[in-house]
């Protein structure tokens, strides 16, 4: 198994443009979450989806988020306009049971300037 | 969600035995207690989990007393490569992180 298959890892764009984050959970698990990290605020939880329908999107910070899950095998996380304080690491990760061992991806490194 | 509260620093040296211990007044009866260990430039990655009384992996051992307002994670003569995060989570449905515990392994 590849694990949770993040892309980019990493991103660098200006402020202003659309980014959209990537995520390919572990077949089978039925459960995705994204993760911003940054050193003021650690690990947040943004959003989860359980069975490609989101289930709590409180994390998410303001319209400019975004996330969508069309499948069991892919997710998106979309940031339009992007702004320099969205500067973070993005994880995703997927669970087959509710906490039993979240897996989490290598993350996206994103930079606004 | 139950609030946690765990040291926010740890030195250790190699070969000794580390234990961590974490708070959590206000756990409820479907909440399970949860451990990640984050490396640096890495997402956290999953140590341990249990209900009550004492857990015990290849990694770790977890010891819950009875009334579960608090665990201890401990770690076996760790080593340089121990250096970590290690996150200490109660929930039923989802995780949320609080700072974690950096522990730094000294030669």
Known sequence: DAGVIQSPRHEVTEMGQEVTLRCKPISGHNSLFWYRQTMMRGLELLIYFNNNVPIDDS???????SAKMPNASFSTLKIQPSEPRDSAVYFCASSGQ????YTFGSGTRLTVV | LAKTTQPISMDSY????????????????????????QFPSQ???????????KVTNEVASLFIPADRKSSTLSLPRVSLSD?????CLVADDKLIFGTGTRLQVFP
């Open chain 2, 43 to 53: 997402g956290p990655r999953f140590i341990i989990q249990g209900y009550k009384t």
């Open chain 2, 14 to 37: 190699e070969g000794q035995e580390v234990n961590i211990t974490c708070s959590h007044n206000n756990i409820a009866t479907n909440d399970y207690i949860t451990w990640y260990q």
């Open chain 1, 59 to 65: 994390g998410m910070p303001e319209d400019r988020f």
């Open chain 1, 98 to 101: 509710a906490l039993y061992g």
């Open chain 2, 83 to 87: 250096t970590a995060v290690y996150y």
